[in-house]
């Protein structure tokens, strides 16, 4: 991983979104693939006042935004819009964010090419997209990243904001989950007891997490509007080395839940993730039945043979 520095922004907390996954553009989408862009262009050009449905991050992007209204400061936290539309197709998107009452000003509409290369200049700490080469190319950059998987957003029914991520290749390295895939689970085992006192490497979204926990830190601990939980394949005794970990790293994480191979889903419904965010595609499938979940295509699981 890349180990590109991003642009200082103060302490503003920074997330980048694609248009597809802040709006469902399924429809036009598809005419973009079948009959190309030129009839995308005139389609949304017709409709560039007709509001858009909300996408698959829209709830999280609304609860991350109203932080703000909760701290007296400057803005705390920012959500950049980076769209393959052209600025004329992306009105209809501005007018759609208009009508929600959503305040995102800045974005870059790069017409028809990756707009992960603006990722860095606005100084983003995560990108969420439905695309997932261009979530490829931003964790190269080193920012955290994840491909949207449709099917699993749900409306939450209270304020706070909760961001569910799996352990290894996600806030840690895949260093021990190479030895689970190559050698099994009684060699991960082993091998994890005895390095219990030796800290894991950093995965793609320890950094997103340090910076979402110093955001915590501004609010009093019972009326914080941001929750955060691990929930991890792991158990017992492998469960040691990431308590060790967080607790070398001095990062503190409200719910932690080691399930020993048992589906993440219900889980995460019940402690109610905004987002959840894992490194397998299986589980990821199993976990969009129930919540929104970005798949962040990082580590051995995801090595292209």
Not at 23 to 35: A, G, M, N, V
Not at 76 to 101: C, K, M, P, Q, W
Request: net charge negative; aromatic share 8%.
């Amino acid at each position: 991983m890349s180990s590109t520095q991003q642009t200082p922004r103060g302490n503003k907390l920074t997330i980048a979104i694609s248009s597809r996954a802040l709006f469902d553009l399924r429809e036009s989408h598809q005419i973009y693939e079948e009959q190309g862009v030129e009839a995308f262009s005139s389609y949304q050009i017709e409709r560039e006042n007709d509001v858009l449905p909300k996408g698959e991050a829209f709830s999280l992007v609304e609860k991350f935004l109203q932080i703000n209204e909760r701290l007296e400061d400057e803005p705390r936290v920012e959500v950049i819009l980076l769209s393959r539309n052209s600025a004329d197709t992306g009105l209809r998107v501005f007018n759609s964010i208009e009508h929600y009452g959503l305040q995102i000003s800045r974005a870059a509409f790069c017409n028809g090419g990756s707009p992960y290369r603006y990722i860095a200049p606005f100084g983003c700490h995560l990108f969420l997209s439905t695309d997932g080469g261009d979530v490829r190319r931003a964790l190269e950059q080193g920012v955290a990243a994840a491909t949207l998987i449709p099917g699993g957003a749900r409306q939450r029914g209270d304020d706070t904001l909760r961001f569910a991520f799996d352990g290894d290749a996600v806030i840690f390295s895949d260093e021990a989950e190479q030895i689970f895939k190559r050698e099994g689970l009684a060699a991960f085992t082993s091998a994890e007891r005895a390095s219990a006192r030796q800290p894991l490497q950093g995965g793609p979204f320890k950094g997103f997490l340090e910076a979402l926990q110093h955001l915590q830190a501004e609010f009093h601990a019972e009326s914080c509007p941001i929750r955060t939980a691990l929930v991890t394949a792991r158990s017992a005794p492998a469960h040691e080395r990431v308590i060790r970990t967080l607790r070398a790293w001095n990062i503190r994480i409200d719910e932690s839940i080691f399930l020993g191979g048992l589906p993440k889903g219900e889980f995460l419904r019940a402690f109610g993730a905004d987002v959840f965010f894992d490194d397998q595609p299986n589980h990821c499938a199993s976990a969009a039945a129930h919540v929104a979940t970005g798949h962040v295509p990082h580590g051995i699981a995801n090595l292209e043979t």
